[in-house]
């Protein structure tokens, strides 16, 4: 149902419908109690068990799983800029600058996997009744997945039964336990995904707050032409710009001025209680603001800062990992906001708040360090650059979260490492052998990756675009943000700011230009002045007099 808004009323409402067309629907409430049902009124020995009581009624839901990267986490083959042929990456085989790397590490890795029991190469991916439903429609709140190798269960619940009868829709609680604490920790990999957003406040996020239009993940991430499958490009693991996500698919391309349309009820109510009272737009702030949105990403100025209430992870330097106490447990130390900022498994960590973006032209699509790459380690490594320019055509200016590692490689072979960090004492484990030699052997090995027996330390980066935390209105960035000598886009290439960016030849011309307005403004008032003592008729008779001479 789509319900326009009574802002500035006109044809735009019917534009916004037309865009609405294409978009997944809001998560909508549940058609079933699932306590009513009899097949789920019995005991369940596991994970799995529940798994083949849902597959009963839901027949098609396994094999559309099966298809998608949540589960597999490998994307489709896709070209990778500056590598021949087309490349089929993800998760599963992509090296990072956090927690590394999957490879070795299932077992740990796979807690936020929607499977039961991925711990090696053996995992069965065909296999439907390894799914685990449970991660993504818990609707008890008591679920919580171990890693493989502990029954595939939940530490807080093991009454599967009560777990099986309570199952319900996604919402933000369980998309967020996973991706609220992507790479080992909440606010560890994104700075714009924390649990600060299950209680939001408009202030926060206009989208996902109770008092805003409260909005599930499911609402913009939904993909109605395939179940299961979802809408939304990440970055660190994706190339291609194929399903990207954007805020021009609900408010146009020149959102500013113009009505909105709602897709239901619901939206329409939420909405109004945080536009009741906004700034009205005369139709030259619409346009100039309109302008901006050619070049400027909506992010940009709606998304002032992230990590605007839990801190989040920019650093990560795992060549000071080691540090032990006296009886061998590893070191924990805390900064002076209580975030960890040193684990002897891990090493030493630097936590921001409230941070300014970083900003670069993007146009959707990336490039990629693939495992196995050589590089040079004098130069830091951009695994996973955003491409695009000011000349393309097709480029924003985005904001993104910036992540800075320092991790091992290979100083012979030139490569990045995949370590194996989790696993039992004595498998070369680095988490409890402390040996990065071992760790790396084994991790190499796994990989199928040459390891010439040395380990360095290479300075690297990540981005991430930052898309969520949308802030009310009134408190995205103000034009002096930008448009000042403090600019928070300085550096940004291709541009020309004014208020932050000089030229001598338009200095030049525009303080002549004040200069000679203000000597036309004083010769007026001088004339002006003698005309009324009457000496103006003088001036001319002097001025005539000495042009003779």
Request: charged share 20%; with cysteine; proline share 5%.
């Given at each position: 149902?789509?319900?326009?808004?009574?802002?500035?009323?006109?044809?735009?409402?019917?534009?916004?419908?037309?865009?609405?067309?294409?978009?997944?629907?809001?998560?909508?409430?549940?058609?079933?109690?699932?306590?009513?049902?009899?097949?789920?009124?019995?005991?369940?020995?596991?994970?799995?068990?529940?798994?083949?009581?849902?597959?009963?009624?839901?027949?098609?839901?396994?094999?559309?799983?099966?298809?998608?990267?949540?589960?597999?986490?490998?994307?489709?083959?896709?070209?990778?800029?500056?590598?021949?042929?087309?490349?089929?990456?993800?998760?599963?085989?992509?090296?990072?600058?956090?927690?590394?790397?999957?490879?070795?590490?299932?077992?740990?890795?796979?807690?936020?996997?929607?499977?039961?029991?991925?711990?090696?190469?053996?995992?069965?991916?065909?296999?439907?009744?390894?799914?685990?439903?449970?991660?993504?429609?818990?609707?008890?709140?008591?679920?919580?997945?171990?890693?493989?190798?502990?029954?595939?269960?939940?530490?807080?619940?093991?009454?599967?039964?009560?777990?099986?009868?309570?199952?319900?829709?996604?919402?933000?609680?369980?998309?967020?336990?996973?991706?609220?604490?992507?790479?080992?920790?909440?606010?560890?990999?994104?700075?714009?995904?924390?649990?600060?957003?299950?209680?939001?406040?408009?202030?926060?996020?206009?989208?996902?707050?109770?008092?805003?239009?409260?909005?599930?993940?499911?609402?913009?991430?939904?993909?109605?032409?395939?179940?299961?499958?979802?809408?939304?490009?990440?970055?660190?693991?994706?190339?291609?710009?194929?399903?990207?996500?954007?805020?021009?698919?609900?408010?146009?391309?020149?959102?500013?001025?113009?009505?909105?349309?709602?897709?239901?009820?619901?939206?329409?109510?939420?909405?109004?209680?945080?536009?009741?009272?906004?700034?009205?737009?005369?139709?030259?702030?619409?346009?100039?603001?309109?302008?901006?949105?050619?070049?400027?990403?909506?992010?940009?100025?709606?998304?002032?800062?992230?990590?605007?209430?839990?801190?989040?992870?920019?650093?990560?330097?795992?060549?000071?990992?080691?540090?032990?106490?006296?009886?061998?447990?590893?070191?924990?130390?805390?900064?002076?906001?209580?975030?960890?900022?040193?684990?002897?498994?891990?090493?030493?960590?630097?936590?921001?708040?409230?941070?300014?973006?970083?900003?670069?032209?993007?146009?959707?699509?990336?490039?990629?360090?693939?495992?196995?790459?050589?590089?040079?380690?004098?130069?830091?490594?951009?695994?996973?650059?955003?491409?695009?320019?000011?000349?393309?055509?097709?480029?924003?200016?985005?904001?993104?979260?910036?992540?800075?590692?320092?991790?091992?490689?290979?100083?012979?072979?030139?490569?990045?490492?995949?370590?194996?960090?989790?696993?039992?004492?004595?498998?070369?484990?680095?988490?409890?052998?402390?040996?990065?030699?071992?760790?790396?052997?084994?991790?190499?090995?796994?990989?199928?990756?040459?390891?010439?027996?040395?380990?360095?330390?290479?300075?690297?980066?990540?981005?991430?675009?930052?898309?969520?935390?949308?802030?009310?209105?009134?408190?995205g960035l103000s034009c002096a943000d930008c448009h000042s000598r403090t600019s928070r886009l300085a550096g940004v290439?291709?541009?020309?700011?004014?208020?932050?960016?000089?030229?001598?030849?338009?200095?030049?011309?525009?303080?002549?230009?004040?200069?000679?307005?203000?000597?036309?403004?004083?010769?007026?008032?001088?004339?002006?002045?003698?005309?009324?003592?009457?000496?103006?008729?003088?001036?001319?008779?002097?001025?005539?007099?000495?042009?003779?001479?």
């Amino acid at each position: 149902m789509l319900i326009s808004s009574s802002r500035n009323g006109g044809t735009a409402a019917i534009v916004a419908a037309v865009l609405l067309a294409v978009l997944s629907a809001p998560a909508r409430a549940t058609t079933a109690d699932h306590h009513q049902f009899a097949a789920l009124k019995k005991k369940f020995a596991d994970g799995p068990a529940v798994t083949r009581a849902c597959l009963e009624c839901h027949t098609k839901a396994g094999e559309q799983i099966l298809e998608t990267s949540h589960w597999n986490w490998l994307g489709e083959a896709v070209e990778v800029p500056g590598h021949v042929g087309k490349h089929r990456m993800g998760k599963a085989n992509l090296l990072n600058n956090f927690c590394i790397g999957v490879q070795s590490n299932e077992a740990s890795c796979a807690k936020c996997h929607i499977g039961y029991g991925w711990k090696d190469r053996t995992f069965d991916f065909k296999k439907q009744t390894n799914v685990d439903c449970l991660s993504c429609h818990d609707g008890t709140g008591d679920y919580v997945k171990k890693p493989a190798g502990h029954g595939g269960g939940a530490e807080a619940a093991v009454d599967w039964g009560k777990l099986a009868v309570g199952v319900g829709p996604t919402s933000l609680r369980t998309c967020g336990s996973c991706h609220f604490a992507g790479g080992g920790g909440e606010g560890v990999k994104h700075g714009d995904l924390d649990p600060s957003l299950l209680e939001a406040k408009k202030t926060l996020d206009v989208h996902m707050a109770k008092d805003g239009v409260g909005f599930t993940c499911a609402s913009c991430h939904r993909d109605e032409e395939a179940g299961h499958r979802l809408k939304g490009r990440a970055p660190s693991v994706s190339v291609d710009s194929k399903n990207l996500v954007t805020c021009a698919q609900c408010h146009g391309d020149a959102p500013h001025g113009h009505d909105f349309a709602f897709r239901s009820e619901k939206e329409r109510e939420g909405a109004g209680r945080f536009t009741a009272g906004a700034e009205k737009l005369s139709p030259w702030q619409s346009l100039r603001r309109n302008w901006h949105a050619r070049r400027v990403a909506c992010q940009t100025c709606h998304i002032p800062a992230f990590a605007r209430e839990n801190a989040t992870k920019l650093s990560w330097d795992w060549s000071k990992a080691g540090r032990r106490l006296p009886d061998g447990r590893p070191l924990t130390e805390y900064d002076d906001e209580g975030n960890i900022s040193y684990l002897g498994i891990k090493g030493a960590f630097v936590w921001g708040k409230n941070v300014v973006p970083a900003y670069r032209w993007w146009n959707g699509t990336s490039g990629r360090y693939l495992t196995g790459d050589r590089f040079d380690p004098a130069k830091t490594l951009v695994m996973n650059p955003p491409l695009g320019g000011p000349g393309d055509g097709a480029s924003k200016i985005w904001p993104f979260k910036l992540h800075e590692g320092n991790q091992p490689y290979d100083p012979v072979n030139k490569i990045l490492i995949q370590p194996k960090l989790s696993g039992e004492k004595g498998s070369g484990a680095y988490w409890e052998d402390f040996d990065w030699n071992k760790s790396a052997r084994v991790g190499m090995k796994y990989a199928g990756l040459p390891f010439s027996g040395q380990v360095g330390f290479a300075r690297t980066e990540m981005y991430w675009p930052v898309s969520h935390m949308v802030a009310q209105g009134d408190r995205g960035l103000s034009c002096a943000d930008c448009h000042s000598r403090t600019s928070r886009l300085a550096g940004v290439p291709g541009i020309y700011m004014p208020g932050y960016d000089r030229s001598a030849v338009l200095d030049f011309l525009g303080w002549a230009s004040a200069l000679l307005s203000l000597l036309g403004v004083l010769g007026h008032g001088f004339l002006r002045w003698l005309a009324e003592r009457g000496q103006f008729e003088k001036l001319l008779v002097w001025l005539n007099k000495w042009g003779k001479r």
